[in-house]
């Protein structure tokens, strides 16, 4: 036993100690040329960081700004950059990319953490955040009060930004929604596009049940687990999940009851496909599965994926709730531009984003011919670009129209808390969908919420 | 061996690789079709594989995340096998009540849910002036409780007689460490390497905190941004993902026949 | 003797130290300070000193016992399944004469490598309402229309407990695998010789040897499985209602979702860490760490 262990002990040190030998060296080699590089990088972003706390960012009027969409609002930036050029030929703008919850989840690390160097000094905001992020962390975004003429936009859009009388940021994009819809479909079920203008939601279903019948596709499609719908429907009917003064908005509220009786009947009554995720919902129409998307106007460039599609769409304004006060307007997400307080270049991202984005007609134009975004500044809605006509929407002004609505969406208060309500609500939602009292069910969501906000 | 059993082994075996296999066939599918395509549900080859890939190159800055995510990768598991196997081995060779209770403390910083002390870390990481650098990444995952309590288990089947051998043959406890136990435990490297290196390499949370430049970028992060846009491009996501993957990949092939030819051929 | 082994003793600290003292600098650091912040609540940076209402919290708050209940479910049901199934495999793969064993090996651990982004991505178009696997099933005539895997409750958690099987058996699988190399072909051969049925060897020499090891991934799957989140978050999102949810996506949603809460955030936290020490303290004493 012993003089086999000795011999294989021999045999492990003469082959180990060269195959060791051999992995020890280029082990060395490896960690010692990357701890190299390493420290040449933490080196150089030391001394960029150290140029940025000093002379070197406001001297070279370098702003850094986080986007989530490169091919969108990081885009805008783009343009904003190239247009402010124009007077500040020494401007330069750094577009930070990411995805949207990892934007939102690093902002609220740094703000947290107290760490401003790793702010950027411009970032995208999405509206339902916005009273959240001021209320957290105060004194951390800049007040844009008399820095932006906010009479140029539209109030819905403004409404969210104001806070205790202050104005924090410049409105951008808006989610103004429209029911998009398959002119041919329709046709075939015996519909005209008067037909879908100015409709009831209760109208939909019935036109939906015939475009099952006639041609068997769907009218719409239905996701329990996302709140797009029932948001749209709220705000339609001016209400929200919560009220302005942050309390849950469920129990005696008549637009939320009659938002849940509408989504359970769409639910119950066969016309809506059920998908789970985004790209299934964005499938379903571009392969030709439902006859109408209820959604905001960015879904447009989507929607113009399906190119075999062209001339087979139109959009008609949303159908509405029957309770009092409802239009046929809705809103479907929307971001803004804020300027971080604490930023060493403030004044010129302040600057930079009012002169552009806070009041350039041009800018808007741009936006929207490049890369298909919508905003809410009122001069841009008369301008050329707003007015054409698309020949994919059959030769329909479709911005023009879309502008048009976004006039009439409900301006209301997003509050700190939509989420956990959002939350509360999805919840009790299945419920609902299995026919369980409504009434029980929206007290039982107040205090779900109630509890999760205490 | 019976015939019929054998069959039954690889009937079961054929199943679980079938199914272990069927993402990856309809993501290499995928990355050859259109982004409308991939969401109909196509299950066949298309002729998108060139555009695809031009545009996620034109679009993205891949390869410096790339080099990057290698970097991060490399040099943060040759750390923690080091670091991690001295004391998987000094715990369990060496056991004493001491180390026995340290170890258990050790223990405790797994079972904390990342997102629960990423505020802090990234505050000491702020006043240690190494934001945005790949040593802020590489620096927290240098050691693991999770790899030296791996290490820790498998040296239980160590046969410590070498060690005392080898202290006849006169070697000193470092040496013992280096020409005895590692050699002898090249299995237990290499699976640690192929698992350190891909958890490294996937490493999604603390680099989105800790970097901030895009040039400072690594793939997961570039693949999140890629896929959440307003109209994601399933296409380009696919051939994304397949980039991302590939290196995890052959690191596996490379280190697999290191644990799976055995290690004691030579003590009978 | 005595005092060699007190130099052994005095030896094995130098093998311990630096690593400890990383681990103590980049983990219990900031799990101390994370401590202090479960004693506080509020928004953001507003907030204020509540002493132990966060932990009393805990046990009126519906959403974290939904939560609980959705992980120990996965917990119970697929960390079982997944070992045994990680741990046959291998001794598959590890028989001396199998065929084919480099494709089988590489096809079953593939699955791990994928990352969170792959990982959704792919889910969740095989699962979808029009997605292949409800195409396949209809073509065979297993079901008559598709199943909407992701908005029903049972179904859902199914499909959770089906990926994760999916993405970790294979990484059992290579633990257990190099494990089994410094077991000796001998063993078995004297066994083969004394007639001991495949499945005898098995369970009479395959896992006995391999406990160290099963009790390690024991370990480590029950934390893993506690701490779920990747998974959740991308495939079903917590949904449909808060079926999926797990604590992990709770401590995030506290965090970065709803109107941060990093206090009560960092309570739950705790309350992870405690219900996994206690599983990982009875799981070594089962698990037989007698000496």
């Known amino acids: 036993m012993n003089i086999e262990i000795h011999e294989a002990l021999t045999q492990i040190k003469q082959k180990g100690l060269y195959t060791l030998k051999k992995w020890l060296s280029v082990l060395l080699l490896v960690s010692l040329t990357a701890s190299l590089l390493a420290a040449c990088g933490s080196a150089k972003s030391e001394t960029a960081g150290g140029a940025e706390g000093s002379e070197g960012k406001s001297g070279s009027k370098k702003v850094v700004a986080w986007a989530w969409d490169p091919s969108f609002n990081g885009a805008a930036l783009k343009i904003a950059e190239e247009l402010y050029k124009k007077d500040h030929p020494d401007f330069q703008l750094e577009v930070v990319d990411m995805a949207k919850t990892d934007l939102e989840q690093k902002l609220n690390t740094n703000l947290a953490a107290g760490v401003k160097d790793g702010l950027p000094d411009i970032i995208l905001v999405n509206d339902p955040n916005i009273q959240k992020y001021v209320t957290a962390y105060p004194n951390t975004f800049a007040d844009f009060t008399d820095k932006v003429d906010y009479s140029q936009f539209s109030p819905y859009k403004v409404d969210a930004l104001r806070i205790d009388d202050k104005i924090y940021g410049v409105p951008f994009d808006i989610g103004v929604t429209g029911m998009f819809y398959r002119t041919d479909y329709l046709e075939q079920a015996g519909f005209k596009a008067e037909d879908l203008e100015n409709i009831t939601w209760d109208r939909y279903i019935e036109i939906g049940k015939e475009v099952k019948e006639k041609t068997g596709k769907y009218m719409s499609t239905i996701n329990p687990n996302d709140e797009a719908l029932t948001s749209i429907l709220l705000q339609s009917g001016g209400s929200w999940y919560i009220t302005p ?138 301008s050329e670009a707003y007015g054409q006509e698309s020949e994919f929407f059959g030769g329909q002004a479709i911005y023009k129209d879309f502008t048009e609505w976004s006039k009439q969406v409900p301006g209301i208060s997003l509050g700190t808390y939509t989420q956990e309500a959002k939350d509360a609500l999805k919840n009790e939602l299945p419920n609902i969908l299995n026919g369980a009292d409504l009434k029980d069910s929206l007290f039982n969501i107040q205090r779900l919420f109630e509890q999760q906000v205490q | 061996m019976k015939k019929a059993s054998a069959l039954g082994v690889h009937l079961f075996l054929m199943i679980v690789s079938a199914i272990s296999l069927f993402p990856f066939l309809w993501m290499l599918i995928g990355m050859t079709n259109s982004s409308s395509d991939i969401v109909k549900g196509k299950f066949s080859f298309g002729s998108m594989l060139s555009e695809n890939i031009t545009k996620l190159l034109d679009m993205t800055t891949l390869g410096t995340a790339f080099w990057n995510s290698a970097l991060i990768a490399v040099v943060g598991t040759l750390f923690t096998l080091i670091l991690s196997s001295m004391a ?122 800790a970097l901030q430049t895009q040039e400072k970028k690594t793939l997961p992060l570039i693949v999140s941004s890629l896929a959440s846009s307003y109209n994601p491009d399933y296409g380009i996501i696919m051939v994304a993902i397949v980039v991302t993957t590939l290196p995890t990949v052959a690191i596996f092939f490379l280190l697999q026949k290191q644990f799976v030819q055995g290690m004691l051929g030579s003590v009978k | ?90 001794y598959f793969l590890n028989m001396p004469k199998l065929r084919f064993k480099g494709f089988y090996r590489t096809a079953i651990f593939l699955p791990c490598v994928t990352s969170l982004v792959s990982y959704a991505v792919l889910f969740k178009s095989i699962f979808a309402v029009d997605g292949i696997l409800n195409k396949m099933l209809m073509s065979i005539h297993l079901i008559d229309g598709p199943i909407a895997w992701l908005m029903d409750p049972v179904w859902a958690r199914v499909v959770i407990i089906a990926a994760i099987t999916w993405r970790w058996t294979g990484y059992n699988m290579i633990f257990y695998l190099s494990a089994m190399q410094n077991i000796d072909p001998s063993v078995y051969e004297a066994a083969s010789i004394d007639g001991a049925s495949k499945t005898r060897q098995f369970f009479s020499i395959t896992v006995p040897m391999l406990k160290p090891i099963i009790l390690f991934t024991a370990i480590i799957s029950t934390n893993g499985t506690l701490q779920l989140f990747d998974e959740v978050v991308n495939i079903t999102n917590g949904g449909p209602g808060n079926a999926t949810m797990t604590i992990s996506q709770y401590i995030y949603n506290l965090s970065f979702v709803y109107t941060p809460n990093f206090g009560y955030a960092a309570t739950v936290s705790y309350a992870i860490v405690i219900m996994v020490a206690v599983l990982a303290f009875f799981q070594l004493k089962v698990g037989g760490e007698k000496k």
């Open chain 3, 1 to 90: 003797m005595g005092s060699k082994s007190t130099k052994s003793t005095f030896m094995g600290w130098q093998f311990v130290l630096l690593p400890s003292a990383i681990i103590v600098l980049f983990s219990f650091y900031p799990m101390i300070q994370s401590l202090i912040l479960s004693f506080q609540s509020g928004k953001g940076n507003v907030t204020s000193f509540i002493g132990l209402n966060n932990y009393a919290r805990l046990f009126s708050d519906p959403m974290f016992k939904q939560a609980l209940f959705n992980t120990l479910l996965y917990l119970v049901v697929q960390v079982p399944i997944m070992l045994f199934l990680g741990l046959v495999i291998a």
């Open chain 1, 245 to 382: 003064d942050n309390k849950g908005n469920f129990v005696d509220n008549p637009v939320m009851a009659e938002t849940l009786r509408v989504y359970k009947a769409i639910s119950d009554s066969g016309i809506a496909k059920p998908v789970t995720g985004w790209s299934e919902f964005v499938g379903s129409f571009n392969s030709g599965d439902v006859a109408t998307v209820v959604s905001g106007v960015w879904q447009v460039a989507s929607i113009m994926d399906a190119k075999d599609q062209s001339g087979k769409w139109g959009v008609a304004p949303i159908p509405r709730l029957n309770v009092e006060g409802a239009v046929n307007a809705s809103n479907e997400g929307g971001s803004s531009w804020f300027v971080l307080e604490g930023s060493a270049n403030k004044d010129l991202a302040i600057d930079f984003l009012a002169k552009t984005i806070g009041g350039s007609s041009e800018f808007y134009e741009r936006f929207l011919k490049e890369n298909g975004g919508v905003g809410s500044y009122i001069p841009a809605f008369s």
């Open chain 2, 88 to 209: 998987g081995y000094g715990f369990e060779i060496y056991r004493s009540r001491g180390k026995d209770r340290l170890f258990g403390l050790l223990m405790l910083s797994m079972m904390m849910p990342f997102a629960a002390v990423m505020i802090p870390l990234f505050r000491m990481f702020s006043r240690m002036g190494l934001l945005n650098s790949p040593t802020a990444v590489i620096l927290p995952t240098i050691t693991t409780a999770f790899m030296i309590f791996f290490f820790m288990q498998n040296t239980k089947s160590f046969p410590r007689e070498l060690l005392q051998a080898g202290r006849v043959d006169g070697l000193n406890e470092w040496r013992l460490f280096t020409r005895v136990y590692m050699p002898t435990m090249k299995p237990t490297y290499a699976a640690a390497a192929i698992i350190t290196f891909m958890n490294n390499w996937n490493n999604f949370l603390w680099p989105l905190i």
